[in-house]
Every structure is written in C-alpha cells, then in structure tokens.
C-alpha cells in the first residue's frame, strides 16, 4: 500500500515557478512508477510526466515540455515538479500517482495509488 500527499501548488503570475511536492509513504515505494497528472476545470485528467523507479527515466507531455521537470528522492520518499515558466493554461488540479508494472505510463487506469490533488492557478 502506497499512501501519497501533494503539496506547494498556489497562484502565480504567468511566467514564474512553482515546485510541487508529492510525500509517499510505504516500504515498496521506490518499486513504484511515478507520475503527475493535472485536470482543469470542464476538463478529463491529463497525462503530465513520468518518472521510472530508479528515476534514471522520464517521460512529458509535449505541452510541459522544456518547462517541467520531474524528479524523485527514494530516500526521502518525494516525488517533486519543478515547473517553470507557467502559463494560464497550466492552470489546473495536480496529482500525483504511483504504480507498479505499469506499460503505458500515459493512461491514469495504469496507477494504483493517488494523492489527494494541489490546485495551481496561473494568473496572465
């Protein structure tokens, strides 16, 4: 069982950063995959980046790209995203979730565990 909390999203002003965190609690969590997904208002949960167990692999949404970055620190049990050079449309709720054997990385039913979700508003 892997228990997971978000957290540091907020509003700000188009351009600027925020870096959200995600805690895990469980002794298989460095086993997990590990992926963001954020779901705007009127909107279906998208797809945002993945990070592999190790955290020697990543994947993004070609929309995040160049933009978010997505790391993890086994030893602590954090999953982070570093975002940067927001824009209105980033607006949204932020998940994180984590999962094992998981194929396609992109597809929300892939993941087992989910946190609670961090609202991030991007003003313009």
């Known amino acids: 069982q892997v228990q997971l909390v978000e957290s540091g999203g907020g509003l700000v002003q188009a351009g600027n950063s925020l870096r959200l965190s995600c805690a895990a609690s469980g002794r298989t969590f460095e086993n997990h995959v590990v992926g963001w997904f954020r779901q705007a208002p009127g909107k279906e949960r998208e797809f945002v980046a993945h990070?592999?167990?190790?955290?020697?692999?990543?994947f993004y949404a070609d929309s995040v790209k160049g933009r978010f970055t997505i790391s993890r620190d086994n030893r602590k049990n954090m999953i982070y995203l570093q975002m940067n050079v927001l824009k209105p449309e980033d607006t949204a709720v932020y998940y994180c979730?984590?999962?094992?054997?998981?194929?396609?990385?992109?597809?929300?039913?892939?993941?087992?565990?989910w946190g609670q979700g961090t609202q991030v508003t991007v003003s313009s």
């Open positions: 979730a984590a999962g094992r054997g998981v194929v396609d990385t992109t597809q929300e039913t892939e993941y087992d565990y």
């Open positions: 990070i592999s167990p190790s955290g020697r692999s990543t």
